[in-house]
């Protein structure tokens, strides 16, 4: 009889938008090498994709434009820090806000800002984080199911400042152009910036914007 593996004492059907992780924590090194970046991050089960930055993120590190050098800025679903890290170190001057409902994922962001010397990541709660944002950075959870999902956008991009942009990395498979529709009818342009291996990379606009006519 085969000795029983860690995935055996996962609990069943946890995910990582649970407030608590159950999961025996079992921390890992991972490197994040991304807009000639060089670093390691702390990873740990109970969190999303802690065993590599996952794809659609790596999509959005490399192809998202390049953030305003001041700022206030959100990493919505922060996970283990990735997105956080990175506009840490692409824009040191700015405020980095990020948020998950999973405590494990806040403490491993937290945990990995202090070992950059990052000086300028905050990590909140959803309920402790306030304010408004000239930048929103995420990978949404849209396993949450599309109610929740439609909530929690629609939450965090009224939160955007008047000229503030959200740009989202969506699986196509999981309705990113359903979503990009939906976005606009909501009253928030969204403008697909570019498409791989499925993903969209999609930036939104800050409800009721008008942009400048040539």
């Known amino acids: 009889m085969a000795a029983p593996s860690d995935r055996d004492h996962e609990p069943r059907g946890e995910h990582y938008f649970a407030d ?3 999961s025996r924590s079992r921390p ?3 490197p994040l090498r991304v807009r000639s970046h060089d670093v390691a991050l702390t990873t740990d089960r109970g969190t999303f994709s802690p065993d590599r930055i996952d794809p659609g993120t790596r999509f959005l590190l490399e192809r998202a434009p390049a953030p305003p050098t001041m700022g206030r800025f959100l990493d919505l679903g922060c996970g283990y820090g990735p997105i956080a890290m990175t506009l840490a170190l692409e824009a040191p001057d700015a405020e980095i806000v990020a948020v998950d409902v999973n405590e494990r994922s806040r403490s491993l ?3 990995n800002a202090a070992a950059l010397d990052l000086d300028n990541v905050a990590v909140r709660s959803p309920d ?3 304010g408004t944002f000239d930048l929103i950075w995420s990978n949404p959870p849209i396993r949450i199911g599309k109610p929740a999902l439609h909530d929690l956008l629609l939450r965090w991009l009224g939160r955007l400042t ?4 959200a740009i989202l990395v969506v699986n196509r498979h999981l309705g990113a152009d359903s979503l990009q529709r939906w976005l606009g ?3 928030h342009p969204t403008e697909r910036l ?7 990379l999609l930036a939104v606009s800050a409800a009721g914007r008008v942009d400048d006519e040539a």
């Open 109 to 111: 962001t937290a945990a």
């Open 28 to 30: 890992r090194t991972i």
């Open 185 to 187: 009818d909501r009253g």
């Open 128 to 130: 402790a984080a306030d």
């Open 20 to 22: 608590s992780p159950s």
């Open 194 to 200: 570019a498409s791989r291996k499925g993903y969209r």
């Open 162 to 165: 008047p000229t503030g942009t």
